[in-house]
């Protein structure tokens, strides 16, 4: 099972400068909730974006062209066919970012998506726009609201049909 997870804004707005755009309480819970004991697969630039380095608990693939990389904790994919076949039989979660969810959203069975109700003028980053008659909305929360910031947000998930 591949499964795409992001956090998304009203505009498909997930990144800005090398960062998240939205740095939500619930939405980092989900995500260490379904990503731990798994293998995350990411592009080099949401490595680098990552505070402490590899995700501890789980098995962390990199995708680079860069053949020297290496960094404690992950191991290295010269490409997104490379790190799925590198954790063939794995449930694995693609774990961004813009040009990596593109690359993976025709092989993914299923997006975990934190839909954020907000924009972001200043994005960089932006999730993939998808043919939405291959995918069935499985469920979907009810809306929250982040303390910190007020924005409200909920998790919807997609199978492809
Ligand atoms: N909202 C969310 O849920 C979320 C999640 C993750 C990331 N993000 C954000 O997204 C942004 C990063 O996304 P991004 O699109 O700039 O970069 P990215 O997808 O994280 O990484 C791009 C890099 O991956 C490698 N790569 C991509 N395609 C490849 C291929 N076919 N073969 C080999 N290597 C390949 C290249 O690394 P080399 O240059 O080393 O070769 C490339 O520069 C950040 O702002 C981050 O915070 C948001």
Redesign the pocket.
Known sequence: MVTI????GRDGA?????????HLRGDMRRFKALTTGHTVV??????E?LPKGALPERRNIV????EG?TSAGTERA???EEALRMASGEEVFV???????R?AIDAADRMEL?VVDADSSDA??FFPEFDATEWKKTSASEPMTDEKSGVSYSFVCYCRI
């Open positions: 997870i992001a956090a998304v997930i990144g800005r400068g090398g960062d998240l755009v939205f990411m592009g080099r630039k949401t490595f974006s995708i680079t062209r860069n990389f010269g490409s997104l774990i961004g970012g813009g040009e990596i969810y690359q934190t960089d980053t």
